[in-house]
C-alpha cells in the first residue's frame, strides 16, 4: 500500500515549500517532492528562488554595488581607495555560502513542521497518486487527498543562441562565472537582463543589452522607465531597443552577433552572452498517463482565481500558472491554498502583489500604472516627488530618481505607486500596505513620516497628488 497523505505538494520553491509548511501548520499530514540537486551535488530545498534565482542574485547585486561604490561613488564623501580589488571566486563562494544556509533552513523547517521531503521528480498520476522517481532511480507511488503543483519554471532557451558552456548562459550560468568578461552581451532588457547586466558592469564588464522591444520596461509606469533608463544610461549600460538577433557565431575570439534595428543590420562582438528572454512553467513529464490536467498554450497549468485545477482537489501555484512570476506571488498563493484545503476564506489581490527590480537605482511599484488608467478610462489624479528634494537621500548621494502617487479621481483611492530610486524595494511596502487597506491618498498624507527618511519622499508624493507638497512646486490645477 502506498503511503497517504492529506497534501502531497510537487516542488520545494517558494511556492511549494511554503505551501507545504503552511499545510503542516494547520494540521495537515504533508509531503513534498522535490527533485533539486544543488552545486554541491546534494539534494536541496528553495527552488529557483533560493538556489539560482532572487537570493544569489541579490547577494551579488550586493558584492557588485559595494564594489562600484568604492571605485567611482566616494569621492565626494571625501573617501579614496588606492589598490581596489575584487576577489571574484570569493564573491561567488559567498553567493554560495548564503544559499546553503537559506536552502538548509528550509530541509530544518521541514523537520520542525513534520513534513516529509521526498527527494527526486513527481508525476500526478490518475486519483490523486504521485510517482515519485528517486536521484539513484528507483520509485514509489504515494496518494494524496490534495496535490498542489508548485513547479516553478526553466529559462527560455533561444534557438539561434543555444547554451554553450561558460559563453552562452542563462541567468543561472551568469551566477557562476569566476572571472569578469571583457565584453558582455545580454538578449532581453527584462528584470533578468537589467539586474545581472548591471552585476557585471560594475564589475568592469561592457554590457550591451539588445531588446526587441522598442519600448523600455513597458510593463513599468512610463515616468519610472524613463528616469530609470537614465541612470542605466549615465551608468554606461548600453541598452540598445528594437533590436532582433538574427543570429549568434562561434569564433575562436569570442561570439559575435547580428542583429536588425530600425537603421538595419549590425553586428556586436562580445565575449560572453546571458539570453534572458523569459522564463518557460516546467510541466514536462508532471503529467502521468490518462490524466487530462488541463495547460494553456504556454504550457502552464490553468487555474481559477483560487487555484483550483480541472481535476478536484489538485491546485497549482506559483510560477508554472498565469500571473507574474514572483517568489512572494509564489508563495501567497501557496498560503492561501492551505487555508482553501482547510476550508478557510482567504484571498490574494493580485493588484496589490509588488514588484521590484533591484538595479541601482532600485525599481519597483504596486497597482496600475498610468498608462493603464488612461487606457482603462480611469479618471485619476498623480503627485509625483522627487528624491533631489529629500534630505536622507542627498545625504546619502542617492538622489537620482521619484516617487509618484496615482489616486481616484472621484474616491481619492491609491490606485497605483510608483519608485525608482534608493531602497524602493523598502519603500514599495508602503504602497502595498496603503492599497490593501484601501487608503486614500489623504489618508497617507495626513500620517507623521520620520524626518529625515527617504519615505518622506511618499508622503510628499501624495501631497502632490492634491497640490500641496511642502518641499516642492505644485502644479497649478
Ligand atoms: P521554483 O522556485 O522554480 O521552484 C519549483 C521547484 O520545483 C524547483 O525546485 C524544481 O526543482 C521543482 N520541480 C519541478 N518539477 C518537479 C517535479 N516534477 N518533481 C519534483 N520537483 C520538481 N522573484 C522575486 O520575487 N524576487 C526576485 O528578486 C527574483 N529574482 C530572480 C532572479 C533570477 C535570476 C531568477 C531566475 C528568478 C528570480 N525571481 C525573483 C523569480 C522567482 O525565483 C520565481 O518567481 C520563484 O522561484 C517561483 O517559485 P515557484 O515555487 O513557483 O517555482
Ligand atoms: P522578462 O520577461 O522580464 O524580460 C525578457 C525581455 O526579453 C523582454 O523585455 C522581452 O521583450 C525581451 N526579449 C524576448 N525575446 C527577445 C529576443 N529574441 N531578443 C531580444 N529581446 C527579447 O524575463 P526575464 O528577464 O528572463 O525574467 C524572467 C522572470 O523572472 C521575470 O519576468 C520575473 O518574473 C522573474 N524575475 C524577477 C526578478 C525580480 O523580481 N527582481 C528578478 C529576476 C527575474
Not at 552545486?39 to 536541496?44: D, F, N, R, S, T
Not at 542563462?170 to 552581451?185: C, F, H, N, V
Not at 530610486?421 to 520620520?450: K, N, W, Y
Request: net charge negative; charged share 20%; aromatic share 4%.
Amino acid at each position: 500500500m502506498s503511503d497517504q497523505f492529506d497534501v502531497v505538494v510537487i516542488g520545494g520553491g517558494p511556492g511549494g515549500y511554503v505551501a507545504a509548511i503552511r499545510c503542516a501548520q494547520l494540521g495537515l499530514k504533508t509531503a513534498c517532492v522535490e527533485q533539486w540537486i544543488n552545486k554541491q551535488g546534494k539534494p536541496a530545498l528553495g527552488g529557483t528562488c533560493l538556489n539560482v534565482g532572487c537570493i544569489p542574485s541579490k547577494a551579488l547585486l550586493e558584492s557588485s554595488e559595494r564594489y562600484e561604490e568604492i571605485a567611482h561613488y566616494n569621492g565626494p564623501h571625501g573617501i579614496s581607495v588606492e589598490g581596489l580589488h575584487i576577489n571574484v571566486p570569493q564573491m561567488i563562494a559567498r553567493k554560495d555560502e548564503i544559499v546553503q544556509q537559506l536552502t538548509g533552513g528550509i530541509a530544518q523547517l521541514f523537520q520542525a513542521n513534520n513534513i516529509t521531503w521526498l527527494q527526486g521528480s513527481g508525476q500526478l498520476l490518475p486519483n490523486n497518486q504521485v510517482k515519485v522517481t528517486g536521484h539513484d532511480a528507483g520509485s514509489q507511488t504515494v496518494s494524496a487527498k490534495n496535490v498542489i503543483i508548485a513547479t516553478g519554471s526553466t529559462s527560455i532557451e533561444l534557438p539561434i543562441a543555444k547554451w554553450l558552456d561558460t559563453r552562452i548562459v542563462d541567468s543561472t550560468g551568469a551566477l557562476d562565472w569566476e572571472t569578469i568578461p571583457k565584453r558582455l552581451g545580454v538578449i532581453g532588457a527584462g528584470v533578468i537582463g537589467l539586474e545581472m547586466g548591471s552585476v557585471w558592469r560594475r564589475l568592469g564588464a561592457e554590457v550591451v543589452v539588445l531588446e526587441a522591444m522598442d519600448e523600455f520596461l513597458s510593463a513599468a509606469d512610463r515616468d519610472v522607465a524613463k528616469a530609470a533608463a537614465l541612470q542605466f544610461k549615465k551608468q554606461g549600460l548600453d541598452i540598445r531597443l528594437g533590436s532582433k538577433l538574427g543570429n549568434v557565431t562561434v569564433g575562436d575570439n569570442g561570439l559575435t552577433l547580428t542583429y536588425s534595428d530600425s537603421q538595419g543590420q549590425k553586428t556586436l562582438e562580445v565575449d560572453r552572452l546571458i539570453v534572458a528572454v523569459g522564463r518557460k512553467a516546467n510541466t514536462q513529464g508532471l503529467i502521468g498517463e490518462g490524466l487530462n490536467l488541463q495547460l494553456d498554450e504556454r504550457g502552464r497549468v490553468i487555474v481559477d482565481d483560487h487555484c483550483k485545477t480541472n481535476l478536484p482537489n489538485v491546485y497549482a501555484i506559483g510560477d508554472c500558472v498565469r500571473g507574474p512570476m514572483l517568489a512572494h506571488k509564489a508563495s501567497e498563493e501557496g498560503v492561501c491554498v492551505a487555508e482553501s484545503i482547510v476550508g478557510q476564506k482567504p484571498h490574494l489581490d493580485f493588484n496589490c502583489v509588488p514588484w521590484i527590480i533591484y538595479t541601482h537605482p532600485e525599481i519597483a511599484w504596486v497597482g496600475k500604472t498610468e498608462q493603464e488608467l488612461k487606457a482603462a478610462g480611469v479618471t485619476y489624479r498623480s503627485g509625483s516627488f522627487s528624491f533631489a528634494a529629500n534630505g536622507r537621500a542627498k545625504a546619502m548621494d542617492q538622489a537620482a530618481g521619484l516617487v509618484k502617487v496615482l489616486a481616484d479621481a472621484k474616491t481619492d483611492r491609491v490606485l497605483g505607486m510608483h519608485i525608482v530610486g534608493p531602497m524602493a524595494s523598502e519603500l514599495i511596502g508602503q504602497g502595498v500596505i496603503a492599497m490593501e487597506m484601501e487608503a486614500s491618498s489623504e489618508d497617507l498624507a495626513r500620517m507623521v513620516f520620520g524626518h529625515p527618511t527617504l519615505s518622506e519622499s511618499v508622503h510628499e508624493a501624495v501631497l502632490a497628488v492634491d497640490g500641496r507638497a511642502l518641499h516642492a512646486v505644485n502644479r497649478k490645477r
